[in-house]
Structure formats: C-alpha cells, structure tokens
C-alpha cells in the first residue's frame, strides 16, 4: 500500500490502518548493533535483552539469539511484526513471511517486561511445535518456556503455566479456566492471573472459534439413542415429507410428512399436547438425518461420531452438538450413544481473550475482519509488508453452469499442470469433496496425495512435499496446517519448480468467507517465489444456492460449461458476502445472550473465591445457625468448621450456577415465542427476545445468591460434620463423578429470530 493510500485509510479509520513508521525509524538502530553482538558472549546477550524497556536493544538482541539457536537472522519485516505485537495490535503478515518467528520475540519481550504470556493457537500440534522449536531462542534470551496439549496431566499444566511463556490451544485454556473455577481447594487451582494472549492464527481464533463456546459438562450417564426416530426420519422423502430451507439451517414437516410419521409411530397425533415430546425426537431425528452430512459435518472414525471444524478442516476432537442432536447422529449411524452430561459452566472464546489486559496477535489474513477485531477486541491490525514483493499471478474465478462441468474442468487443469511437471494443490471444501474428486483424479492416472480430518496426523509430511515436481495434494481447509510449503518439496529442485511457475493452487469452490480463500491463495507465492491462483466456481455449489438462491440461470454458457457472463459472477461474490454477513450476525448473536451472563459469571466468581480463600463461609453459617455452630466447634474446633462450611456453600454456589445456566438455555431456545404477540415488525422483534432474555436472567440472578444462602444453612442445619468435614455424599448432594469438556456448537440451525420468523408461517391441519 502507497503511503499516500494509508494515510487516506488512517484518517477514515479503516483496518489495517496502523502506522509503522515509527516501528520503521528503530531498524536502523538495531542494524547498527548487529556486527557488535556478534561478540558478545550468550550471557551478556541474554543480560542486553533484559535492558529496560529498550526496544531497540531487544530486538537486536532478538535477532541475535535466533541467530545462533536457529541459523535464522530475522528479517526487518519480522521484526516489524514483532514491534507491533509489542505494540497490542494484530500483525498481518502473509504467509511464508516468519510470523512464529516474530511471535516468539514478541513473547519473550512481553515476558522479560514481567508480564506473564500465553501463546494461543489453533491446535496442539502448532503448540507444541512451536515451543520445542522456539525454545532455544527463549533460553539464549533468559526466557522460560512450557507447553500444554489434551493428554496434559494437572500437574503438567500447572508446571507449564509457571514458565513465562506457554503455548496451548485456545481450547485448553479455556478448559482449564472452567475446571478451576469448580476447584474446591485453592491449591487445585492450575491458570495463573491473566497477562498477555498473544493469539496465533489471530482471524480464525478470534472471529470463527468465537462462534463455538467451550463448555464443562458433569457426567450424567449415557444418552439414550432413539432408534425408532432414526428409522423413521431415514423413512421421510425430501420434497414430499420435509422441506429444508433455502439456507440448509432449519427442516419443517410438510402435511404429508407429518401424516406419514404418526402412521409410522402407531396413528398417534404428533400435534396433540401429549405428543410434545414425541414431536421434538421426531424433529431432532430429522434434522440430524436431512442437514447432518457424513464426510461434510462429520466423520466416523473407531465406532464414533466426530465433528468436522468448518474452520480449520480437521477433526474437532472435543466438540460436539448439544446431546439429543449428537445421540439423534449417533442413532443415525447404528452407533452406541456417548455419554452425557449436564453443563456445569461454559465460557466463550472472547469471553476467554478478554480476560487478559493486554491482547496481540498474527495472521495471515486480518484486514478483512479487522472491523470486527476492533468492534470485538478493541484490536488494530497492522499490516506488515512482505521480505519480497509477491510475484504470485491470481487469475479471475472460472464459473461453470453445474458442479459436475466444474469438475471436470478442475481435473483437466490439474492434468495440464502435472503434465509439465508443475506442483499442484487442490483446495477443496470438505472432506466429502477431497475424496470424490481424488477418485476422478485416481481414474484419470493421476497420483495424488489427500490431506483432510480423515488423516492429519500425516499432515506436516504431505504439506512439505505439496511442492515437489508434478505432485498433486488434494487438501481441506489449509489455514493453520504451520508448514510451509517450499518449491520443489523437502528435499527437491527448487529452480525447476520455480522455472514451471511455482506452485499452482487451484481452488474448488469459494469458501463462506474471502478471508479464507485469501488463505489458500497465500500457500503459493511465499518469499517473492513465483505462484498462481485461480478458484473454479459453479451455480450448483453450496454457497451459490444457499445464499443466493434467487439468482437466474446464467445466460451465457459455453458448450464445455464455462460461464462467461458477468451477472453471474456478479452473484457468486454477492453470496459470498451474505455469507460473511450471516457469520457476523452469528458472532455477534452468541455476544450478545452470552455477555450478560459472563457479568453475572464475574460476580458469582468474586463470591466464590471468598468463599474459597478465606473463612466467610464459616463466619455466615456461625451467624445463621448459632447453636448447632457452638456445639460443632466445641466437638470439632474452627479448622474442622471452616472447611465444612466451605464444602457446603461451595456445592450449593455450584449447583445454582448450573441450574441457572440450564435455565437460561431453556430460556433462550424458547423466549422467541413472546414476540409473536407484538406485531408484525421483524426489526422490533429482532430486539424483543433478546430484551426478554436479558429480564429473565437479572431476575432469576438477582434471587440466586439467596438461594444459595437458604440452601446452605438447610444443610450445615441437618449434614453428619466428621472430624473430615462435611459428608455430603451421605446427603445426596454428590458431586458430578467425572468432568469433561467439549466445544459445542451455538445455534446450529440459524439464530433466534430466523426460527422465529419461520413459525409466523401458520402451517394448516
């Protein structure tokens, strides 16, 4: 960008807009150092980075260590990435540019100024390796570093928090915060108070994950798998028995579906009162049946249902739908039902970000949600330039009337590609694609290589070589996979490939966002190497016919499919913004049920960690329940006291807060139907459930602590005290067996008010 346009941009305040320059006016000065550091003994290095709050006599020293820890010498781009991490922005650099390179310097340099740092990435292979490969660099700095994956025991979470640095997926963390908040020993607690995020991968954390709460749910037994709705559902037609709407978010009955079903179900009437729940199986199994696609939205793997991350591509080890739409799956597949639980808290991703005071980040792609950075985070973006300028030659999408020409077309372009020796990666949108069009390419002769969830443990070894002459990779979602793929593979001819034209992406269809397809795009063309780009579209896809769905044949159509008209290209990249668009309002719908309960979360946790570190609880039993108090601390004593007293006002604090959320979800899924009394205007009633839910959840709030209070001078009143404290489990007040954690996805078939406009439609018996 000139410096003209960024002025322009800054003054009207658009992403991306940071200015560098002074970033850019120290380089000179940290280049000077260079020559000179070159003598300077490891610890004399590590004593110049610890320099207070000398930024130039860092980054110098910065550049040094990784110098001689990793024969890199960090470029003066990357050292702008890291001042602007330093800084609290968002550093978008491409890819291929060094960001954990830069990431790892900022860290440290946050670390060294005393604040404690937790690197958030998007997996637990990035995590780990990350640290393993940063770590020499942090200990030439002086700088201690740990790491937490899911087999992480508590006692290696908490030894990895105690570094200055520690990596960890963005899911850990936040699990990790949940289980320490139903701690009942202050000991037990593993997450130190929150520093400084610095977020890789900072779109897809920060703006896709934000969409996914990280939920902590008590064992509750095993669901019951409802065989008879999964036969019947499988039973149903589309078209004749069901209707999926445009969107593929919501399936109705129609009146011949319905009749169908309670023939199937023994000529009951699903729409009579006691029928209710009947109904709701029967659209639960429907719904996993007609919108719940193996291979898109799913995979089985070793006898069980596991979801696809729409976002990254991979399996998402620890989500999961809310329980009865899993077991509707999972009945759906003849698999035994998994266990269920109750939730016992839940956190969002930005709830969990904004918890620390100083947030930074990178990415390759942040301009495009930069508006929603800021509007989410308060975050800016800065966008840093590249080593080398990119010679990458991005060709305009090639559409085609139907998906199949689509294909066809991508295999002969791949073919052409292969027969000249050039690398070729096949960016496709699901599983279920990768596999079918690696089939086509299969029966053509053509060798080629499949990265999707199905496989990405082989991951790192597939992309490395994605660059080899004539190779041919077929993958997922390409964001986060953290291995660069180089011009003539691991251990090839990078001339050759390079004289070819470099890597060719080739991308199948258009994603839901820009920012994603940008994403693929920047697999090729890293370093200023050579590359190209072009995405094949058709009117068939996904995202054509869900988004916009009104759009008209095209008009003009070659004899092989190829779409030349300008409408219709004008209609693919309107869908694709509706897309962004409906992704937003999800964002921004999941903000706003959840911020007032994250509130009433932060006030119940102040309460709570009284409770937990000091004797409050004793001193408010002894206050309530004078006599029985006297007589227990004249057997007993205070000690005894105190920690009963904890152990019961903590159950109960727990339990209340878990009822209230269960509660409030109860509330959510069903306040929508208050707004059908005022009126046919959708933009007052895409305000009346929300202002609903909101009154709902400040008064049951308002009575909780009360009950609480209630609840635990009944029980200190009439629970068997033990010289071990309090037995609840005597009581019947046990605590959940077993705690487990999952991601679980936040209103899967459309939001509050598409559900609610859809039933304004009176349907006819």
């Known amino acids: ?21 002074a970033h850019q006016r120290l380089l000179p000065a940290i280049a000077a150092l260079e020559d000179r550091l070159r003598e300077v003994p490891d610890a004399d290095l590590r004593g110049l980075a610890s320099g207070t709050g000398d930024l130039i006599g860092f980054c110098a020293a910065g550049r040094e260590a990784a110098w001689r820890a990793l024969g890199e010498r960090p470029f003066d781009v990357q050292l702008l990435g890291t001042l602007a991490m330093l800084s609290g922005q968002v550093a978008e650099m491409a890819t291929g540019e060094g960001k954990t390179l830069a990431g790892a310097l900022a860290a440290a340099g946050h670390a060294i100024a005393g604040r404690p740092v937790h690197v958030m990435s998007v997996n637990e292979y990035l995590a780990r390796r990350d640290a393993e490969w940063m770590r020499p660099v942090y200990d030439l700095l002086g700088v201690t570093v740990g790491w937490i994956g899911q087999a992480s025991t508590p006692a290696e979470r908490r030894h990895a928090y105690t570094a200055q640095v520690t990596y960890a997926p963005v899911s850990e963390v936040g699990f990790d915060v949940l289980r320490d908040r139903l701690v009942t020993d202050a000991a037990d607690r593993v997450v130190p108070d929150p520093g400084v995020v610095l977020v890789d991968e900072a779109d897809s954390v920060l703006i896709d994950e934000a969409r996914v709460p990280l939920v902590l749910a008590g064992s509750a037994g095993v669901a019951q798998a409802d065989g008879t709705m999964a036969e019947v559902a499988r039973w149903l037609r589309p078209g004749l028995h069901y209707e999926v709407d445009d969107d593929g978010r919501n399936v109705t009955l129609t009146d011949a579906g319905g009749r169908a079903a309670e023939h199937a179900l023994g000529r009951i009437d699903l729409y009579a009162s006691a029928s209710l729940d009947t109904l709701t199986r029967l659209n639960v199994a429907l719904h996993a049946q007609a919108l719940l696609r193996r291979d898109v939205d799913y995979i089985v793997k070793n006898g069980k249902v596991r979801l696809i991350s729409l976002s990254r591509g991979r399996v998402a080890r620890l989500q999961r739908w809310p329980d009865g739409l899993q077991a509707a799956v999972e009945a759906k597949e003849g698999l035994a039902a998994s266990e269920t639980g109750e939730i016992l808290d839940s956190i969002t991703i930005e709830a969990l970000i904004r918890r620390y005071p100083l947030i930074c980040g990178m990415t390759g792609t942040a301009v495009t949600v930069g508006e929603e950075l800021r509007e989410f985070y308060k975050l800016e973006v800065a966008v840093i330039p590249t080593h080398r300028p990119c010679v990458r030659q991005d060709e305009p999408d090639r559409l085609y009337a139907t998906a199949e020409q689509k294909h066809d077309a991508i295999v002969a372009e791949a073919a052409a590609a292969h027969a000249a020796g050039r690398p070729v990666l096949l960016g496709t949108l699901d599983i279920e694609e990768s596999e079918r ?16 969830a199905k496989n990405d443990t082989a991951e790192a070894a597939i992309v490395a070589n994605a660059g080899a002459p004539g190779a041919i990779t077929v993958s997922t979602q390409m964001a986060g996979r953290g291995t660069d793929i180089r011009l003539g593979g691991s251990d090839g001819d990078r001339g050759q490939v390079a004289e070819l034209g ?24 890293r370093q200023g190497d050579p590359g190209g780009s072009v995405f094949f579209v058709s009117m068939e896809d996904e995202l054509v016919t869900s988004f916009a769905p009104d759009t008209p044949p095209p008009r003009e159509v070659a004899s092989d499919g190829r779409v030349r008209d300008v409408a219709a290209h004008r209609a693919v990249a309107h869908a694709q913004r509706v897309a962004e668009g409906a992704n937003l309002q999800i964002h921004r719908n999941t903000w706003q049920y959840s911020k007032l309960l994250d509130d009433q979360r932060g006030v119940l946790l102040k309460h709570r960690n009284r409770v937990l570190t000091t004797d409050v609880a004793r001193l408010a039993l002894a206050a309530r329940c004078p006599r029985r108090y006297t007589a227990l601390v004249a057997e007993f004593g205070e000690s005894v006291l105190t920690g009963a007293a904890r152990q019961i006002v903590l159950y109960h604090l727990d339990r209340a807060w878990a009822d209230h959320l269960a509660e409030m979800a109860s509330i959510r899924e069903g306040i929508h139907l208050r707004a059908l009394g005022r009126g046919p205007n959708p933009f007052i009633m895409a305000l009346v459930p929300l202002q609903e839910f909101h009154a709902e959840a400040v008064k049951l709030f308002g009575r909780l602590l009360g009950q609480v209070e209630q609840a635990a001078t009944e029980t200190f009143q009439t629970v068997a005290i033990t010289a071990e404290g309090a037995d609840l489990d005597a009581a019947g007040l046990k605590r959940p067996s077993a705690t487990w954690t999952y991601l679980v996805q936040d209103n899967p078939f459309g939001t509050d008010l598409d559900r609610m406009l859809r039933r304004l439609a009176p349907r006819s018996r």
């Not at 069009?437 to 999707?452: H, K, S, Y």
């Not at 470099?502 to 920047?522: C, F, K, M, P, W």
């Open 502 to 525: 470099g890597l060719y992406v080739i991308g199948t269809g258009r994603h839901e966002s820009a920012r994603v397809d940008n994403q693929l795009r920047g697999r090729a063309g």
């Open 437 to 452: 069009l690696a089939r086509r390419l299969d029966g053509e002769g053509l060798p080629c290589v499949v990265l999707n």
């Open 1 to 21: 960008m000139s410096a003209r346009t960024a002025r322009v941009r800054r003054f009207l305040q658009r992403p991306g807009t940071v200015d560098l320059s």
